[in-house]
């Protein structure tokens, strides 16, 4: 009898151990997977320096604070306005399939809860960013975070929801029709591209911009496109981030994303080069880095579930996109500053698609592509209408556009009282002193 209660006690203890050691591994598995996440929030964070840059060193001189400024400025409304609003929107619970109703500026969730949040700010960031420097040199600062604010509160959010929503309950319409956007192309990406395009429509092109005489456009270089490249690298840096955090594991699917991450933007480049050789045109740096930053937006959809060789094809043909859309915009007379509507809007409608069409193990499947041509179409309905009334409203009741006079003088000093080149501005800050 002894024997069978020792026997008995070994097997509850064994039992025990076993399941105590389970929970150990989940709790660990569960530590790292936090780890990469935060890590990867940080690097998505650091693409905002990145887009700065870039921004900034395409507008000329006397506009690098201004550009900074919005920047800078649409992270931090655009933190405070998805953590009250937009996250509960995105991602609370959602019966409807169109927005959640829940965890609206949540401040009782888990470890897990805040940080998800935290990596989704990032992501909310990012898309205001893209319409700053569409919209660059012309527009008036306040109305410009007035803008940032609402797309962060309704325009990114609402649609988030269709497509990655009910994280907290419930689901999106397009998820459950089997929309594939793993990171972002058209919900992040597209959705940021839609509103610069309603917002450069409202503002019009730069003084100076296009001819009176017969509508040919004229080059308004950037000021600095050392930077510019620099700009390009974080940015390429940062969306190992973006990508790769967005298996919110740290398992071995990050191999397969990051790879892809890296050979669709070395193919954006190349793209970019060969169809400008091909089309007898120069090869611009600016030219370059947009099309590795295309490139990356066009992966941002598929990296998940393509193989290498089909992420190749997706970056090469994003990085012709970005070029080819430039110019197509530049003919309608669109004045795009850095080109963010074909780089991160057509690319990102491309890459969406390319995600359904190469889709490992069911290539070319015509159902897959049909809800994925359905989720950009709902895009560019939603956000781009939507932002056209807000940017039009807002240059109604406040204005949107600065004046010919600031525009001319420079937004730097005309919206902000300071210069980033004071030595080329001696007479924007002898004004500044006398009149203190």
């Not at 300071?418 to 004004?431: N, R």
Request: charged share 10%; proline share 2%; glycine share 12%.
């Amino acid at each position: 009898m002894k024997f069978m209660i020792s026997i008995g006690l070994l097997l509850v203890g064994s039992c025990v151990w076993a399941d105590t050691e389970h929970a150990g591994e989940r709790l660990l598995r569960l530590d790292l997977d936090m780890v990469w996440v935060a890590i990867a929030a940080i690097l998505v964070f650091f693409m905002q320096a990145g887009f700065a840059l870039l921004e900034s060193g395409s507008s000329r001189a006397k506009n690098a604070v201004n550009v900074m400024m919005k920047n800078y400025m649409d992270v931090c409304v655009g933190t405070l306005v998805f953590w009250l609003v937009g996250y509960g929107l995105m991602f609370g619970v959602n019966t409807s399939g169109w927005f959640g109703m829940s965890h609206f500026a949540m401040h009782d969730g888990a470890g897990w809860d805040y940080l998800f949040l935290l990596f989704q700010t990032m992501f909310a960031a990012t898309a205001i960013t893209i319409c700053s420097g569409a919209m660059a040199e012309r527009t008036k600062y306040d109305a410009y975070l007035i803008a940032a604010c609402v797309i962060t509160a309704i325009i990114y959010p609402v649609f988030g929801s269709w497509a990655w929503g009910g994280i907290h309950g419930g689901s999106g319409w397009l998820a459950d029709l089997g929309f594939i956007d793993f990171a972002g192309s058209t919900v992040v990406h597209s959705i940021g591209a839609w509103c610069a395009l309603a917002g450069i429509i409202v503002l019009g092109p730069r003084t100076g911009r296009f001819s009176k005489l017969d509508g040919r456009p004229r080059t308004i270089p950037g000021h600095n496109l050392t930077v510019v490249a620099l700009g390009g690298f974080i940015l390429w840096l940062g969306w190992f981030g973006f990508n790769g955090g967005s298996t919110l594991a740290a398992n071995a699917d990050i191999g397969i994303v990051l790879l892809n991450t890296q050979l669709a933007a070395a193919a954006g480049a190349v793209g970019a080069l060969l169809f400008s050789r091909l089309t007898g045109r120069p090869v611009l740096l600016t030219s370059t880095i947009n099309g590795s930053i295309a490139g990356l937006v066009g992966i941002t959809a598929g990296c998940a579930v393509m193989a290498p060789s089909f992420a190749l094809v997706t970056g090469l043909i994003a990085g012709v996109i970005s070029v080819y859309g430039a110019l197509w915009l530049e003919r309608r007379g669109l004045d795009d500053v850095v080109s963010a509507v074909p780089v991160h809007g057509f690319a990102g409608a491309w890459g969406t698609i390319a995600a359904g069409l190469f889709m490992k193990d069911d290539l070319w499947n015509g159902s897959q592509v049909l809800v994925q041509s359905v989720g950009v179409l709902a895009a560019f309905l939603w956000a781009f209408p939507v932002a056209l009334l807000v940017f039009m409203a807002i240059d109604r009741t406040f204005g949107l556009r600065a004046s010919t006079q600031h525009e001319q003088q420079g937004l730097d000093f005309t919206e902000h009282d300071e210069v980033g080149y004071p030595e080329f501005h001696q007479h924007a800050t002898y004004h500044r002193e006398t009149n203190v």
